[in-house]
């Protein structure tokens, strides 16, 4: 009986040493890969729409592609953080009267609403006239993380008993835009 | 059954050196990864700071002179906007703060002095001592004693201000003013090494300076970060501090390897100095280079055939110059 046990362990043991360790080890680098292929993607896109002041829909398709070529599904968020200088009125009674000062204010703008100019519906997507523009002093930034588990954390997940729920890719990159090439 | 047994007692004894080693390198691929993020970002950030540095410096060529101090508090602003949103900390102020004590301190490169922008304490009127980012006072680009009575003030461009000891006097103008006086001031080459040293030495000083101070105020308050001074390469010196800038030092975001992040980013608008060019007038014909050029610097010079200067190659292309075959600019 007890040699049949030591048989079993041997065997579990077997299988995780042969098998899903070394399973684990490629597709961690295959991870790897896929995050600097997500971080190099991010950064092209990002910057190019910062240096030509917008963004037409056969950028955000081809860089779209492009990162999902490597196989994983994501999650993408764009954020544009519209940036306005106003004047500073203070109120007393019901006049207004001018401080002399100015103030930045920034707005955030839902990505939706990006994606509503870029891909309208009902309206072939034609890169010129579905153009989101942004303006110079503007901040841009895109946040990828993916979807679900990637292989290598369910496999994990599998061997150590637990659940993952962070993502294991995750790139946010972005600043100022720079330019109005429109 | 030998064998297996054999093989369960190997994986055990192997095993947890395998975990540990594995654990080890993954922190050190994970800390790589963070320092080149962080790296980005506050390179990022520097970059927005001296954009928008070069913007309005030149949206107030147009006349409205004399708003250096605007321009300061608008590109440390941008610089912290920048690096809050990359953090995607905007609007959380403990989160905010946390980042804010990550770059301890900036410096402002301005025409003719430059600014800290550092954290310090101070007590406000109700007797509490707040520790935030303050403005320092202007210090000034002053270079060594020439001639045992000449202490001189430098600017970025070609403005000087020259003290002599002897008698008192204070007198401005261009460097070429003083060529009698000061004979280093005869030739543009002296002149630049003269500058770009007193510039550098002045803005050493200054952050050594306040690293003691901040070091003291940390100890006093019972922080274990203790500011470093930064190795800045010679190159990024040079670089940074020939033109309005900002200067970035960033310490203590956290990494998992308990080694410390360090990291300077410099930004440099160019403003004042922009990459000269040339023109001359070489065996009847019209060529333009850059002032580093060595046929420049060895034959035109000494001969000074013509020469002219233009902002840009466009500008040199348009009246006819062409591109000098030594240098291709």
């Given at each position: 009986m007890e040699n049949s046990w030591w048989k079993v362990f041997a065997l579990l043991l077997c299988a995780l040493l042969l098998f899903l360790a070394p399973l684990l080890n490629i597709l961690e680098r295959q991870d790897d890969i896929a995050y600097n292929v997500v971080l190099a993607e991010c950064n092209r896109f990002v910057d190019a729409c910062r240096d030509t002041g917008y963004i037409t829909p056969n950028m955000y398709r081809e860089f779209v592609d492009r990162i999902n070529s490597t196989g994983n599904t994501y999650e993408i968020r764009l954020i544009h953080i519209d940036r306005a200088v106003v004047p500073v009125y203070i109120q007393t009674g019901g006049e207004l009267t001018f401080t002399g000062e100015y103030e930045v204010t920034h707005i955030t703008i839902d990505e939706n609403v990006i994606l509503d100019t870029l891909f309208p519906e009902g309206n072939a997507s034609d890169d010129e006239t579905n153009r989101y523009e942004l303006k110079m002093g503007d901040f841009l930034f895109v946040e990828v993380k993916n979807r679900g588990k990637t292989m290598t954390t369910a496999i994990r997940d599998m061997i150590l008993f637990s659940d993952t729920r962070t993502p294991s890719i995750f790139v946010r990159a972005g600043g100022m835009v720079r330019n109005e090439a429109y | 059954m030998k064998l297996t047994s054999l093989a369960v007692l190997f994986t055990v004894i192997v095993f947890p050196f395998l975990t540990l080693t594995r654990n080890q390198m993954k922190m050190i691929k994970e800390d790589a990864r963070l320092g080149a993020y962080y790296d980005s970002v506050i390179d990022n950030a520097v970059q927005d700071a001296a954009f928008v540095i070069s913007r309005s410096v030149k949206d107030f060529?147009?006349?409205?002179?004399?708003?250096a101090l605007a321009v300061k508090d608008l590109a440390v602003q941008t610089f912290f906007d920048s690096l809050y949103y990359a953090f995607n900390v905007y609007g959380n102020p403990a989160s905010m703060a946390r980042v804010r004590a990550c770059v301890p301190v900036l410096i402002f490169i301005g025409e003719d002095g430059f600014y800290l922008y550092a954290i310090n304490s101070y007590s406000d009127e109700d007797n509490n001592t707040v520790m935030e980012h303050c403005w320092f006072p202007k210090k000034h680009y002053i270079g060594e004693l020439l001639q045992d009575r000449y202490s001189v003030r430098y600017t970025l461009g070609d403005q000087v201000y020259v003290y002599d000891r002897t008698n008192s006097e204070l007198t401005k103008g261009e460097?070429?003013?003083?060529k009698d006086k000061?004979?280093?001031?005869?030739d543009r080459d002296n002149f630049e090494i003269l500058r770009d040293s007193a510039v550098r030495q002045s803005v050493e000083k200054e952050f050594a300076l306040y690293i003691e101070k901040y070091n003291s105020l940390c100890h006093k308050s019972s922080f274990a970060l203790e500011l470093q001074f930064p190795a800045v390469d010679e190159e990024d010196w040079k670089r940074t501090l020939s033109d309005v800038g900002l200067l970035a030092f960033a310490q203590?975001?956290?990494?998992?390897?308990?080694q410390k992040y360090e990291h300077y980013a410099l930004g440099c608008a160019?403003?004042?100095?922009?990459a000269p060019i040339v023109g001359y007038k070489y065996a009847g014909q019209l060529y333009y280079c850059r002032t580093g050029c060595e046929f420049y610097r060895d034959t035109v010079r000494e001969n000074t055939w013509d020469i002219i200067y233009f902002n840009a190659p466009e500008e040199a292309a348009q009246k006819g110059y062409f591109p000098c075959t030594y240098c291709r600019p």
């Open positions: - | 060529s147009y006349g409205r002179k004399g708003d460097y070429t003013d003083f000061i004979p280093f001031f005869a203590g975001f956290p990494v998992l390897h308990g160019r403003v004042i100095r922009k």
